[in-house]
């Protein structure tokens, strides 16, 4: 079992850059993760999706603005937010699926995600 915070959020003008960190307890490396994000009154949307070995998924709005990376040495996930627009105001969460005999496995569906963090507020003005 892990635990999930995600940090890093805050209030941003458009075009601005914001680092999200989510600091993992437990054996992080046999993880695969994702970033997912909910607006007021929406449903949870993937955002970017990272397996044990690296490899990395990006839902298409986020394509060439977001990336997401890990460290496993420091059990950290982190999406780093480039060009940031109004619409990318949500609440923002990490999410863990365990994946000990999948390395390249990644999951940019919400549903089998078992533990996910609190989430951390990103708000664009425009």
């Known amino acids: 079992q892990v635990q999930l915070v995600e940090s890093g959020g805050g209030l941003v003008q458009a075009g601005a850059s914001l680092r999200l960190s989510c600091a993992v307890s437990?054996?992080?490396?046999?993880?695969?993760m994702g970033w997912f994000r909910q607006a007021p009154g929406k449903e949870r949307e993937f955002v970017a999706t990272?397996?044990?070995?690296?490899?990395?998924y990006y839902a298409d709005s986020m394509k060439g603005r977001f990336t997401i990376s890990r460290d496993d040495a420091k059990n950290t996930l982190a999406l780093q937010m480039n060009s940031l627009k109004p619409e990318d105001t949500a609440v923002y969460y990490c999410?863990?699926?365990?994946?000990?005999?999948?390395?390249?496995?990644?999951?940019?569906?919400?549903?089998?995600?078992?533990?996910w963090g609190q989430g951390t507020q990103v708000t664009v003005s425009s």
């Open positions: 990272i397996s044990r070995s690296g490899l990395t």
């Open positions: 999410g863990a699926i365990f994946a000990p005999l999948s390395p390249d496995f990644y999951q940019p569906d919400s549903e089998p995600y078992r533990y």
């Open positions: 437990g054996t992080f490396s046999l993880y695969a």
